[in-house]
């Protein structure tokens, strides 16, 4: 396929918007259920998006050989990584690779 360079503006333009929706998500909306809910579809989608536009930029199949195995890598690891507090709607982070944060930081209620 032929590399489209210039859906550059394209991508910086769609990125820019995932990271604002992305920022919401995690910490500014405060209904537990809807946080929930968005995050992980949030985190799925920016990892699709990523690779839709990497093709399309580049227009290497081999390529793909890379970039798919290491965005699912990442989106695995976010899956895991990133979870909501029942108690008071704090997005958690916990920063470890392969453990998962027990409790809430903040009110340090139990994670389910």
Same mark, same amino acid.
């Given at each position: 396929?032929?590399?489209?360079?210039?859906?550059?503006?394209?991508?910086?333009?769609?990125?820019?918007?995932?990271?604002?929706?992305?920022?919401? =998500? %995690?910490? $500014?909306?405060?209904?537990?259920? /809807?946080?929930?809910?968005?995050?992980?579809?949030? @985190?799925?989608?920016?990892?699709?998006?990523?690779?839709?536009?990497?093709?399309?930029?580049?227009?290497?199949?081999?390529?793909?050989?890379?970039?798919?195995?290491?965005?699912?890598? =990442? %989106?695995? $690891?976010?899956?895991?990584?990133? /979870?909501?507090?029942?108690?008071?709607?704090?997005? @958690?982070?916990?920063?470890?690779?392969?453990?998962?944060?027990?409790?809430?930081?903040?009110?340090?209620?139990?994670?389910?």
């Amino acid at each position: 396929m032929k590399p489209h360079p210039e859906i550059t503006p394209w991508f910086i333009g769609v990125w820019i918007a995932l990271a604002i929706v992305g920022l919401w =998500i %995690t910490y $500014l909306d405060k209904n537990v259920a /809807r946080k929930k809910r968005l995050l992980p579809v949030s @985190i799925v989608v920016a990892g699709v998006i990523f690779v839709l536009f990497t093709f399309l930029m580049t227009g290497d199949l081999r390529m793909m050989g890379f970039v798919i195995p290491a965005v699912a890598l =990442i %989106t695995f $690891l976010n899956l895991r990584q990133f /979870r909501v507090c029942p108690t008071c709607g704090r997005t @958690i982070h916990s920063g470890m690779w392969f453990a998962r944060a027990q409790y809430c930081p903040k009110c340090g209620g139990r994670l389910d």
